[in-house]
């Protein structure tokens, strides 16, 4: 069965301190994993996706995720938080064969960033 | 950048009351989606769609109609709704050949 596990429901930082948020995966095909972001009072917005090749992928505001097949794993990171990225960030994989485009969402990570 | 438009973005009703969430995106996409999200659930997709006219199944569906007009609007229909159907519901959009989603702002939905 394909699952998505975000292991941390609440994670505090301080402003210009780095980000980790975690993220694993099961899947029983080739993954596609995103993250989204979710503001308050908002709906998702992508923040970056993976499909295949380097692993290492680039995001929005200075968002990367890292993709590790043996680890079953696509953290995020972030080298420097501001107050603006508190947010709910889920990670998401692609289930649908083909495009029907179902998602599987984890249960989100909810990031505070103090001052 | 795609827009999707749902209303009301709050709706209180009472046990088995009729309700209708609208949803309606302005970019063309193929496929629309509705989903509910609730604390420790995370995302739950109620229904979907690939076009006008055409209707799938999601993962919880019970207690729940939908329906697609036009390659616009997409429909929810709680025909009585019940308390566990309070929750906050998203629309979304994604075009053919693409895996991203667009979503909506959300409707809030509180059943008394």
């Known amino acids: 069965a394909q699952s998505v596990t975000q292991p941390d429901a609440r994670v505090t930082v301080s402003e210009g301190a780095s980000l980790q948020l975690r993220c694993k995966y099961s899947s029983s095909g080739t993954p596609y994993l995103f993250w989204y972001v979710q503001y308050p009072r908002q709906g998702l917005q992508l923040l970056l996706k993976y499909y295949s090749g380097d692993p290492v992928v680039q995001g929005v505001n200075g968002f990367e995720a890292e993709f590790s097949k043996s680890n079953s794993s696509f953290h995020l990171r972030k080298a420097s938080v501001h107050w603006s990225d508190s947010a709910v960030y889920f990670c998401v994989l692609s289930a649908g064969a083909g495009n029907t485009g179902k998602l599987i969402f984890g249960l989100g990570t909810t990031l505070q960033v103090q001052p | 950048e795609a827009a999707v438009t749902q209303s009301p973005r709050n709706k209180v009703t009472v046990t088995g009351g009729n309700v209708t969430l609208s949803c309606r995106q302005t970019n063309s996409h193929n496929y629309m989606y509705w989903y509910r999200q609730d604390t420790g659930h995370g995302l739950r997709l109620i229904h979907y769609?690939?076009?006008?006219?055409?209707?799938q199944i999601g993962d919880v569906p019970d207690g729940y109609k939908a329906t697609r007009t036009t390659q616009e609007d997409f429909f929810l229909l709680l025909e009585l709704a019940s308390p566990s159907q309070t929750s906050l519901y998203f629309c979304?959009?994604?075009?053919?050949?693409?895996?991203?989603?667009?979503f909506g702002s959300g409707t809030r939905l509180t059943v008394l």
């Open positions: 769609s690939y076009g006008a006219g055409n209707l």
């Open positions: 979304a959009s994604r075009p053919q050949g693409a895996e991203t989603l667009y």
